[in-house]
Nanobody, 122 residues
Framework: QVQLVESGGGLVQAGDSLRLSCAASGRTFHSYTMGWFRQAPGKEREFVAVISWSGSRYYPDSVKGRFTISRDNAENTVYLQMNSLKPEDTAVYSC????????????????WGQGTQVTVSS
């Protein structure tokens, strides 16, 4: 069982940066693939980033070059550094965990945090 708690969201202006954190419970965090997803009002949940237990990272084109996912296994935490934010990045951002390999599909993830709101004004 893994419990996930996100933090770091907020209201920023276009072009600003934010760093989201996701703190995980449990002693096997290092074994999990960790993903970030987001959901805007009225839209489907969208894949944002994933990092495997070995550090492999994948992003969709919409955030590639602007967002960076990283993990600190000693701190049981995964981060999402978001730079050059755009109004279309506005959403609730959630982290998720799975023992499967890195995946863009939310259905592959077994554990989810409650989410943190990111709002980007123009």
């Amino acid at each position: 069982q893994v419990q996930l708690v996100e933090s770091g969201g907020g209201l920023v202006q276009a072009g600003d940066s934010l760093r989201l954190s996701c703190a995980a419970s449990g002693r096997t965090f290092h074994s999990y693939t960790m993903g970030w997803f987001r959901q805007a009002p009225g839209k489907e949940r969208e894949f944002v980033a994933v990092i495997s237990w070995s550090g492999s990272r994948y992003y969709p084109d919409s955030v590639k070059g602007r967002f960076t996912i990283s993990r600190d296994n000693a701190e049981n935490t995964v981060y999402l550094q978001m730079n050059s934010l755009k109004p279309e990045d506005t959403a609730v951002y959630s982290c998720a965990a799975t023992l499967r390999g890195p995946s863009r599909g939310s259905y592959e993830y077994d554990y989810w945090g409650q989410g943190t709101q990111v709002t980007v004004s123009s």
